[in-house]
């Protein structure tokens, strides 16, 4: 069964600051996603992420994937007020069930 | 536009009473699926649903049945909804179940009383 682990679950960071968001799953898992989710919002997807190595960017976002450290980064660049939300990666293995993690909740402060 | 519709936004509704969430997407997807938010929990799938006529269990399958008659639609009963199935439901779909980018409804309130 996977196992899907993010950290940190609150992160509070200055205008302009990197950061980044870990997401750890238990075990072999062929594809990451993540998502966003606004204050009272639905989920609106980021990234697919779906072979080891995969690297994908838009805007102050960036997403990796390591199969081999079972780990998927997202990687915060510079960060405005706008990207406050949280954020989600989920993993599936083998099967088409879908597994999330918690959720970082992130806000960025003046 | 490409969008998932679920119906009612908003449900409150008692103990016993039968209940189904509609879910249509416009996107001729395959993969279909339906998920619970509650606090401190995250999302956790229920079913999920591979194309017409072929569903599965997610993590949390228990109260809940589905159907996939058509490709467009993924509706979600609840036969005898209890207090503990008070949660946001979201509909969810993408291409496919293995590859795709996921599309959100925009979620289902509902209360059991």
């Known amino acids: 069964e996977l196992k899907v682990e993010q950290n940190p679950l609150f992160l509070s960071m200055q205008e302009g600051k990197n950061y980044t968001i870990y997401c750890n799953y238990s075990?072999?898992?062929?594809?990451l996603y993540w998502y966003r989710q606004d204050p009272g919002k639905s989920l609106e997807s980021l990234f697919v992420?779906?072979?080891?190595?995969a690297v994908k960017q838009e805007g102050r976002l960036m997403a990796s994937l390591d199969t081999k450290a079972r780990l998927s980064t997202l990687h915060i660049t510079a960060a405005v007020h706008d990207l406050s939300a949280t954020y989600f990666c989920?993993?599936?293995?083998?099967?088409?069930?879908?597994?999330f993690g918690k959720g970082t909740k992130l806000s960025v402060i003046p | 536009e490409a969008q998932v519709t679920q119906n009612p936004r908003y449900l409150i509704t008692v103990t016993g009473k039968k209940l189904t969430v509609t879910c249509s997407q416009n996107m001729n997807h395959e993969y279909m699926s339906w998920y619970r938010q509650d606090p401190g929990l995250g999302l956790r799938q229920i079913y999920y649903s591979m194309n017409v006529e072929v569903t599965d269990k997610g993590d949390v399958p228990e109260g809940y049945k589905v159907s996939r008659k058509e490709k467009r639609n993924f509706p979600l009963i609840l036969e005898s909804p209890s207090p503990n199935q008070t949660s946001l439901y979201f509909c969810?779909?993408?291409?496919?179940?293995?590859?795709?980018?996921?599309?959100f409804g925009p979620g289902t309130r509902l209360t059991v009383l």
């Open positions: 075990t072999t898992s062929d594809r």
């Open positions: 992420l779906l072979s080891n190595g």
């Open positions: 989920a993993g599936g293995a083998g099967s088409y069930q879908l597994t």
């Open positions: 969810a779909s993408s291409l496919s179940g293995t590859s795709g980018r996921g599309f």
